[in-house]
């Protein structure tokens, strides 16, 4: 598998499983808990990292179904704001937006990848990425984010994005494959049989990102709202990590890193 670099952190290949932590600055955000004001990003992002976070994901819209629409300007001044509050702390950071402007705004700080869920669709956005040499961490997306319905749309969808890198000279780059009710095309059983599949997408060659924190398609087998959905996170994302899952996106750091070391014992020969 190709390894993709990030701030000197490998991701992928024989490097252990990295701990990817969300910080959200958008108060739209499905699950309440995980909103955090500006004035307490700093302090938030330092914790997660000294919990054992590898590296933080800073976006400030939801991308949740349903969500409250948000302008490219607040979504711009919000991250502005929060990028402001990390800067000087050494932390390896992803900027997760899909506006080619909000990211000249990220631009302007440093950051260390973008975090893309509509997989590079918009050429403005590929462009200013290739421009500034950053890795990406990529959902499979033909027209706008997580439109693929099932594995095997999934699996076209992913072979585009990986087309659209190698178009624009990219070739350090994560994919994700999109777990989440993204369009009113999606449905639970679609997501399960994602994971249950994941293993297939290792075909790319590419580490694999799973952002599955907390979502509502493990809602819908524990019956639980996203604050008490932690137990059912924690046992796909040790499927997930079976199946080859490279990084781990998550709102809980140190119970997610606890899962990867109770992994990477079972997988002890």
């Known amino acids: 598998m190709r390894q993709c670099v990030v701030n000197k952190l490998l991701i992928g290949g024989e490097a252990p499983p990295r701990v990817m ?14 909103f955090i004001p500006t004035n307490e990003i700093h302090k938030k992002a330092v914790e997660m990292t000294e919990q054992g976070a590898d590296m933080i994901d800073v976006g400030a819209r939801s991308t949740a ?58 050429q403005a956005y590929v462009r200013r990425v290739a421009e500034a040499g950053l890795p990406a961490f990529l959902m499979a997306s033909n027209y706008q984010p997580g439109d693929a319905a099932g594995v095997e749309e999934t699996e076209q969808a992913l072979s585009a994005v990986v087309s659209r890198c190698r178009e624009a000279g990219i ?37 694999l990102l799973a952002a599955i924190s907390r979502k509502s398609f493990i809602g819908s087998v524990v019956n639980r709202e996203p604050e008490e ?21 998550t709102h809980d750091v140190p119970q997610t890193l606890d899962t990867i070391r109770v992994f990477r014992r079972m997988e002890m020969r």
């Open 171 to 207: 070739d350090n780059f994560v994919l994700d494959p999109a777990i989440g009710l993204w369009t009113p095309f999606r449905s639970f059983d679609d997501n399960w049989d994602l994971c249950r599949n994941f293993d297939r997408f290792k075909t790319f060659d590419r580490p």
């Open 229 to 249: 959905r932690l137990a059912g996170s924690l046992a796909v994302t040790f499927e997930l990590l079976r199946k080859g899952a490279s990084i781990v996106r």
């Open 21 to 34: 932590g969300v910080i959200n600055c958008s108060p739209e955000s499905f699950y309440n808990d995980s």
């Open 65 to 122: 179904p349903n969500a409250q629409a948000i302008s490219g300007t607040t979504e711009g001044e919000r991250i502005d704001a929060a990028l402001k509050e990390l800067e000087g702390t050494g932390i390896t950071i992803s900027v997760d937006t899909m506006n080619p402007w909000v990211l000249d705004v990220c631009l302007k700080h440093e950051i260390h990848a973008v975090n893309d869920i509509s997989g590079f669709s918009s």
